[in-house]
């Protein structure tokens, strides 16, 4: 099992747990690791995502890009809105944890990432995304994709997994619990999202190179 529990809490701050990172995503190039952030953090940003879904400001999600780019709900469900810096106090705290993870990657595994890019994503119940990689076609500038999940109290009967497909291996399928992050490599893992049985938030990013 790749995941690793760390013995007391700590944040994407604490070596021990950019290690945990790193060196599974240098062995098996994805990795999963609890108690991610400080959990008044987890709340505010679960709060947030809530909230946006409640007042209508989520915006359907689109697959490719460019002149491909189009509303296709019977391959990707969710509903998302990209983060800002200075959006709220507490984008602000997680852009800037994931700034700390961003330096840890390029130190222990030399990617040459620039720049961090994510947004909310909202599952309502039933929705789900199909098997696809985070990569375009023609845009090879996403190098590392990272789900935080913010859903408190879940339970594996709501479903809602994150389910790799790692290349020549078993798939593995990643709860959406609260505080978990899943890390992997954009262009390598093919995954999918399940649909789960209850509303189902996440924080979903990308650490890019410069194209």
Not at 184 to 190: E, I, N, Q, R
């Amino acid at each position: 099992m790749i995941r690793s529990h760390p013995p007391a809490h700590s944040d994407a701050s604490g070596d021990d747990l950019h290690r945990h990172i790193v060196d599974a995503v240098h062995e098996h190039g994805w990795s999963e690791q609890d108690i991610f952030l400080p959990p008044d953090l987890t709340l505010a940003l679960a709060l947030e995502c809530a909230a946006l879904a409640a007042a209508g400001t989520l915006t359907p999600a689109r697959v490719s890009q460019g002149a491909a780019r189009s509303l296709q709900p019977g391959v990707r469900g969710d509903r998302i809105q990209w983060l800002e810096a200075g959006q709220s106090d507490a984008c602000d705290r997680y852009l800037a944890i994931m700034e700390t993870l961003r330096v840890a990657l390029n130190r222990g595994l030399f990617l040459g990432l620039d720049e961090y890019e994510s947004h909310f994503a909202f599952y309502a119940p039933g929705a789900s995304y199909m098997q696809h990689r985070d990569r375009f076609r023609d845009d090879d500038s996403r190098t590392v994709s990272v789900i935080v999940y913010l859903n408190a109290d879940w339970l594996p009967e709501h479903g809602g997994a994150l389910r790799l497909h790692p290349e020549g291996l078993s798939t593995r399928d990643i709860a959406p619990v609260g505080n978990r992050i899943a890390v992997f490599l954009s262009a390598d893992m093919l995954h999918e999202v399940l649909p789960a049985t209850r509303d189902r938030l996440s924080l979903t990013g990308w650490f890019r190179r410069r194209a």
